[in-house]
């Protein structure tokens, strides 16, 4: 069982800056991360291997692999995180306010750096990347563009020497959301397997 912290609005967070919380943060978990846009297959990876990793799933609720990873986690009863880019209240899609309360009334979190009301901009969401490579114990990455905002959550999570894994691209595949993958797995994330059984025995190594 994971230890968690007790809800509380607002917390210390990574160096010192303040982290808004809504519901229960746990300590530790697998972010599982990766593009907006996947292609086919990644969301139902993303999705079933959260339902089956029995330990909190880190994500960022963006549309795509995030979203498909926080529901995973719901439908199996397991706490997730969201970190986001952008304060309470602004919620980006608007759409993923339901996603947000679900994910705090099943016992996970809801996390950011900005103060309530902010909106979103492009330095928030790196940050964002940050938090979910601090706070994971180790990193999934599904699939991304080599522009994709994941990948700045794999090199901070090289950076601070945390596990890193990435999905291999299927044989043949030519999506650019396989080519962040490509590149990861050339600078030592552990390659794993483009099923989510396969994927999650690794894992629990």
């Known amino acids: 069982m994971p230890r968690r912290r ?6 210390r967070g990574p160096h010192g800056l303040t982290l808004y919380v809504r519901g229960t943060l746990p300590s530790g978990g697998v972010a599982i991360i990766g593009s907006r846009t996947p292609p086919p297959g990644a ?3 993303a999705y079933k291997l959260a339902f089956a990793l029995g330990e909190p799933v880190i994500a960022g609720l963006a549309p795509g692999i995030d979203a498909a990873a926080h529901r995973g986690a719901l439908a199996a009863g397991t706490p997730t995180v969201a970190f986001t880019g952008y304060g309470f209240g602004r919620t980006d899609p608007p759409e ?8 705090v009334a099943a016992g996970g979190a809801v996390a950011t750096l900005l ?7 492009a330095e ?6 940050r938090l979910q490579a601090e706070h994971a114990d ?5 699939c991304t563009e080599l522009d994709g905002g994941a990948m700045h959550t794999m090199r901070f999570a ?10 291999t691209p299927p044989a043949g595949a030519t999506r650019p959301e396989w080519e962040g993958n490509r590149r990861c797995i050339a600078e030592g994330a552990v390659p794993l397997p483009f099923d ?5 025995a690794i894992l629990s190594r």
Do not use: C, H, N, W
């Open 6 to 11: 007790r809800a509380r609005r607002v917390v």
């Open 43 to 45: 969301e139902d990876f």
């Open 96 to 103: 993923y306010a339901e996603l947000e309360r679900r994910i």
């Open 115 to 121: 103060p309530p009301g902010t909106a979103g901009s």
């Open 124 to 129: 928030a969401r790196i940050e964002r990347d």
């Open 138 to 142: 180790a990193i999934v990455l599904v």
């Open 158 to 167: 090289r950076e601070m020497g945390k596990p890193r894994f990435a999905v």
């Open 196 to 200: 989510p059984a396969a994927a999650r």
